[in-house]
Each structure stands twice: as C-alpha cells, then as structure tokens.
C-alpha cells in the first residue's frame, strides 16, 4: 500500500467525497482499460454477456437511448 505522509492513498480516499470517489473509482477503471490490462471475469459473468449479446442480437432494435435509461431510473 503506498503511503503519503504516514497516511495511505486508500485512507485519503476514503475521506474523498462521495462523488469524488466515484469521479476516482472511474479514473482508475479508465487507466485500467487504456492499459489494456487483461481484466478478469468469472463464468458466470461470461455466461451472462453471452446471453446478452445473443438478445441483442435477436432484437437488435430493442433498446433506448442512456438518456432515456436515467429518465426511468430517476422516476423510481
């Protein structure tokens, strides 16, 4: 873990505002991809994207815009 000042980058984050540390947490998932690290994934989630790309692929119209996504969300 690295430390600066005696206090360690996670506990300076943890003390980060919540959208902060969301603002980070996508940073850091960002730099990830850039890298190309080779992200893991367990078999389950493999089993569920192919099921997902295979219904999209069925019904490739059956989608709505991210705009759209939060609309529905926020009403809830």
């Known amino acids: 873990m690295v430390h600066t000042g005696?206090?360690?980058?996670?506990?300076?984050?943890?003390?980060?505002?919540?959208?902060?540390?969301l603002d980070l947490i996508g940073a850091l998932w960002d730099s990830l991809v850039d890298e190309g690290a080779d992200?893991?994934?367990?078999?389950?989630q493999r089993?569920?994207?192919?099921?997902?790309?295979?219904?999209?692929?069925?019904?490739?119209?059956?989608?709505?815009s991210w705009d759209e996504a939060k609309r529905r969300l926020t009403r809830r």
């Open 6 to 21: 005696g206090v360690s980058v996670t506990e300076q984050a943890l003390r980060l505002a919540p959208s902060e540390r």
């Open 47 to 64: 089993t569920e994207l192919r099921r997902r790309l295979l219904d999209h692929r069925a019904n490739p119209d059956a989608v709505m």
């Open 39 to 44: 992200l893991p994934i367990s078999d389950e």
